[in-house]
């Protein structure tokens, strides 16, 4: 089982970054995903999540607005779309699948937004 985050990087407030989180080693459309991140000090914190068929999404307060979470089962990724960025979206973002009891984590990509 995998999931790997990628399209993490250093970008100036106001820019825009496109993550993706590929996943292999399980039924991949059959389980919800969801993007969080965990800045230095803090707790991890949900951002965005997508329901399996990609039909009900939800997102942090934070992130509406600016952040759009999709997914294409067929190639099992899901992305993060993110817009005007802010400095306190530097974090490290990880995606997470769930189903039933059923839990994977990716390693995570790191996000900076820094002038």
């Known amino acids: 089982v995998q999931l790997v985050e990628s399209g993490g990087g250093l970008v100036q407030p106001g820019g825009s970054l496109t993550l993706s989180c590929a996943a292999s080693g399980f039924p991949f459309s059959t389980y919800a995903i969801s993007w969080h991140r965990q800045a230095p000090g803090k707790e991890r914190e949900l951002v965005a999540s997508?329901?399996?068929?990609?039909?009900?999404?939800n997102y942090a307060d934070s992130a509406k607005g600016r952040f759009a979470i999709s997914r294409h089962n067929t190639k099992n990724t899901v992305y993060l779309q993110m817009s005007r960025l802010k400095s306190e979206d530097t974090a490290v973002y990880y995606c997470k699948a769930i189903w039933r009891d059923s839990t994977y984590w990716g390693q995570g990509t790191q996000v900076t937004v820094s002038s």
């Open positions: 997508i329901s399996s068929g990609g039909g009900i999404t």
